[in-house]
């Protein structure tokens, strides 16, 4: 059971670049969500989605869009990259509204 | 706004001795806690939960307390080994299915 796959685990773009962060889940998981990571701060909420088809903003949405076609699947979109989204992306599902988040292994991203 | 928060924001211990970590939450509507462990190049991993009903729960080796008047949460760790070397956070579930993570405490332990 391979949990919450993410990929790709390294990535550097140029300013302006645009790319997807992939993310995926085996254990039909309803409500999925992305984090970023930055030094000395906790985990930061982007998106989140409780189901195929529904999408909400999180607490720091700006420069990031994301979709929900699948319930196994999540991306998240960077439409124009900027130094100031390097960081460390986790993305994460859920099972129901009373258990824990299962995380993935992160995404480091780079932005020069 | 709300947060969660650690009152250290490194912690050493001897191995074999018994760690504290302690966790500062702001929302005294929060009804549901977890406390995870992230090893370097890791995603966070669950570690144990408690519910606000609810003042302790053990698992094996560790202890979570909530002291819901102080607003308060611990997470205790037996005899600590090598491998609990990480950082560990409090997160805190305030509103649907989201939670909101403190900053994390770097547990180090000395040989």
């Known amino acids: 059971n391979a949990g919450v796959t993410q990929t790709p685990k390294f990535q550097v773009l140029k300013t302006g670049q645009s790319m997807t962060l992939q993310c995926a889940q085996d254990m039909n998981h309803e409500y999925m969500s992305w984090y970023r990571q930055d030094p000395g701060m906790g985990l930061r909420l982007i998106h989140y989605s409780v189901g195929a088809g529904i999408t909400d903003q999180g607490e720091v949405p700006n420069g990031y869009n994301v979709s929900r076609s699948t319930t196994e699947d999540f991306p998240l979109r960077l439409l124009s990259a900027a130094p100031s989204q390097t960081s460390v992306y986790f993305c994460?599902?859920?099972?129901?509204?009373?258990?824990?988040?299962?995380f993935g292994q992160g995404t480091r991203l780079t932005v020069v | 706004g709300e947060s969660v928060g650690l009152h250290l924001p490194t912690l050493s211990v001897q191995e074999g001795d018994n760690s504290i970590i302690n966790c500062a939450y702001s929302n005294s509507a929060s009804d549901y806690f977890i406390w995870y462990k992230q090893e370097s190049g890791k995603g966070p991993q669950f570690i144990i939960d408690i519910r606000s009903n609810m003042d302790k729960r053990q698992g094996q080796r560790v202890t979570v307390l909530l002291n819901k008047t102080v607003k308060h949460l611990s997470l205790q760790i037996a005899a600590t080994q090598p491998g609990d070397s990480a950082v560990y956070f409090c997160a805190e579930r305030n509103y649907g299915q989201n939670f909101v993570f403190g900053p994390g405490t770097r547990l180090s332990v000395l040989p």
């Open positions: 994460a599902s859920t099972a129901t509204v009373n258990t824990e988040a299962f």
